[in-house]
C-alpha cells in the first residue's frame, strides 16, 4: 500500500504565549478578541500563521523577541507499507493455561491492535488453535495460510524463524527484544533466533480460523 503522507503546515489556534511574547499576532488578532464572547485564548486563528518557539529574533523596530519564522511548508513523505499479508506467528509453552490466556487476550483486546501503524489494523481471527509438540512440529502439521490466489499448491518449504536460546548453533543475534517501552528512555535486549526450514507433512491441515 503506499501512503501519500503530508505534515505540518495548515492552521492553527493561538495560545496565550503567542499573544503575550509577539506583539505582531497580538495586533493581527486584537480586533477578532475584542468582539468574541466567553473565552478568548485557544479559538483564535490567524490565516497563514505558525510559531515556531525554537526560532526567536528580535523585532527590528522595537527589539521585543518575536517569532522569526511566522509560516511554514507541509512535509512530504512517501509511505510503502505491506498489505493484504498472512503470517502465522507462533507461541511455544509448556502451561496450556497461559496459552490459553493470550489467545483470549488477542481476540478480546483492550485496545485497538494494529500492524505497523493505526490505520493497519488485522482483519479476521488472530488466534488459531493450540497444538501439542515445538514450534516447528506445529507449523509442519499444518498448510500454508491461503494467498490472494487460494491455497499454495506448489510444495515449497517455507521459512520459520524461531527464537533459541543463547549458544545455540547456528544461532542469529537480534537486538531487538523490549525491556522498556518508555518514550524518554526505550531499552532492547538481545534475543537469538535461527532461520529454518519447514517441510510441511503430508497429512498436514488447513487453520481452523480460515473459513
Not at 498448510?143 to 547456528?170: H, N
Request: hydrophobic fraction near 40%; glycine fraction near 8%; aromatic fraction near 8%.
Amino acid at each position: 500500500m503506499h501512503d501519500y503522507h503530508t505534515v505540518g503546515a495548515g492552521r492553527f489556534p493561538l495560545r496565550p504565549r503567542d499573544i503575550i511574547t509577539d506583539h505582531r499576532r497580538a495586533a493581527a488578532v486584537a480586533a477578532s478578541m475584542e468582539a468574541a464572547e466567553g473565552p478568548g485564548f485557544g479559538h483564535h486563528e490567524l490565516a497563514g500563521w505558525y510559531g515556531a518557539p525554537k526560532k526567536i529574533t528580535a523585532d527590528s523596530v522595537s527589539g521585543t523577541l518575536v517569532s522569526a519564522k511566522l509560516s511554514r511548508s507541509s512535509l512530504i513523505t512517501e509511505r510503502w507499507y505491506l498489505s493484504d499479508a498472512a503470517f502465522v506467528v507462533g507461541l511455544e509453552h509448556q502451561d496450556r493455561a497461559l496459552l490459553e490466556e493470550v489467545s483470549y487476550a488477542l481476540e478480546h483486546p483492550k485496545r485497538l491492535l494494529w500492524l505497523g501503524r493505526k490505520s493497519c489494523p488485522p482483519s479476521g481471527t488472530l488466534a488459531a488453535e493450540i497444538l501439542p509438540g515445538t514450534i516447528a512440529t506445529a507449523f509442519a502439521a499444518k498448510l500454508l495460510l491461503p494467498g490472494p490466489d487460494g491455497p499454495d499448491t506448489s510444495g515449497r518449504r517455507p521459512v520459520a524463524w524461531i527464537q533459541v536460546p543463547s549458544g545455540t548453533r547456528g544461532a542469529l543475534r537480534v537486538n531487538d527484544q523490549p525491556v522498556s517501552f518508555d518514550p524518554a528512555r526505550r531499552a532492547h535486549v538481545t534475543r537469538w533466533e535461527t532461520r529454518t526450514r519447514i517441510t510441511i507433512a503430508p497429512t498436514a491441515t488447513g487453520w481452523d480460523i480460515i473459513p
